[in-house]
């Protein structure tokens, strides 16, 4: 951006895609506000890597995450939507318009929806730095299919854990679910289908203490602390799939707007308005309690709807 051009200021601006993001941009295109959408590094956000969605409404027979995403991005273009495939990197809420960093230019806006989601949680083990691409994945959709044949783990006791064992089995000779309890976290209907598949098993009261590779660099296998306080075991696994959870996206706003203690976006009782007026959140970044499609779809339908009414009270 040369130094004589003045960014051109959007009436709002959206941060990150997803169901959130894109529902956000549809209400406001068609409430005659067609925002610029930031789709940030993983356009359409964490149902792009995963399978099949059984539970959104409108879909009896289930859809492929990444078709429903491109249906909600092709419904927020139809209205006017501009979808850009850049990531934000800071903003500064201190001014107004609200100034937007992306890929090293700025954009501004009266008003901001921030829908960013969140990202898989590591253990912070120090080898998961080392086996990561040589056996240790975050997305069984993404590196399912280079382990056909082979025995691997998953982690964690909730429904990914339990979503990504099953669809684990169609590549795997054996899935062994690590858990630190001795009882799920997940949904009774994912639950019920992972303990009666043949081909998984489960390591109940289990975390991982260390991963151990063979000559070749490639995980061989895990070693197990038996939280009851029993002794360490051993799982021989050439592939560990980690599905503990998520940390929500919020490190681009360096703390300007206030978050929960785990890192969650708050927002005020009953609405999407953030502490800062003008700027709204939706979606995974502000949702630690439902996490599901359609809430973030519901929430991203909410904060447009606030945005639309706060621009024409302000004359904006
Ligand atoms: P959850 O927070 O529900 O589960 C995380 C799991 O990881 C828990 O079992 C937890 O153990 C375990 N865990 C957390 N931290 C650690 C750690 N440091 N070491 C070992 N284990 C750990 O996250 P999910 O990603 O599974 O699910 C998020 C949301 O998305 C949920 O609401 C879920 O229902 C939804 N979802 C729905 C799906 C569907 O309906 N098809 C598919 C996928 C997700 P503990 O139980 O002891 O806390």
């Known amino acids: 951006m040369s130094a004589t051009t003045t960014p051109k200021i959007h009436r709002a601006i959206v941060i990150g895609s997803g169901p959130a993001g894109y529902t956000a941009a549809l209400y406001l295109s068609r409430a005659n506000i067609p925002p610029l959408v930031f789709e940030g590094a993983q356009p359409g956000g964490q149902l792009t890597i995963t399978t099949e969605v059984e539970n959104f409404p409108g879909f009896p027979e289930g859809i492929q995450g990444p078709e429903l995403t491109d249906r909600f991005r ?79 783990a998953v982690v964690g006791g909730g429904d990914t854990a339990l979503e990504e064992a099953i669809f684990l089995t169609n590549f795997a000779a054996k ?7 001795d009882e799920l976290r997940g949904s009774k209907i994912m639950a019920d289908r992972a303990l009666q598949h043949p081909k998984i098993a489960f390591a109940w009261n289990s975390t991982v203490k260390r991963m151990v590779g063979g000559e070749n660099g490639l995980l061989q296998k895990l070693v197990l602390t038996d939280t009851k306080g029993g002794p360490d075991d051993e799982l021989a696994v050439t592939g560990c799939f980690i599905a503990i959870g998520h940390i929500p996206n919020a490190g681009f ?44 779809a519901g929430s991203g339908c909410m904060a447009a709807i606030e945005c639309e009414r706060w621009l024409g009270e302000h004359g904006l």
């Not at 899935?175 to 309890?181: A, E, G, K, N």
């Not at 007026?277 to 309690?289: K, L």
């Open 74 to 152: 092709e419904q927020a273009k139809r209205f006017g939507a501009e979808i850009v495939g850049r990531t934000v990197s800071s903003v500064d809420l201190s001014t107004r318009p609200f100034r937007v960093v992306a890929d090293g230019e700025d954009y501004l806006a009266h008003a901001l929806v921030i829908a960013t989601g969140s990202s898989a949680r590591w253990l912070g083990l120090p080898e998961e730095e080392q086996f990561h691409g040589k056996g240790l994945s975050a997305c069984a959709t993404c590196d399912g299919f280079f382990f056909r044949g082979q025995e691997i």
């Open 175 to 181: 899935v062994t679910v690590v858990h630190r309890r």
């Open 253 to 296: 706003l360096a703390g300007q707007l206030p978050t929960d203690a785990q890192g969650y976006l708050i927002t005020k009782p009953d609405v999407t308005a953030t502490g800062v007026e003008g700027v709204w959140a939706c979606g995974d970044v502000q949702d630690h309690v439902y996490r599901q499609a359609i809430t973030a």
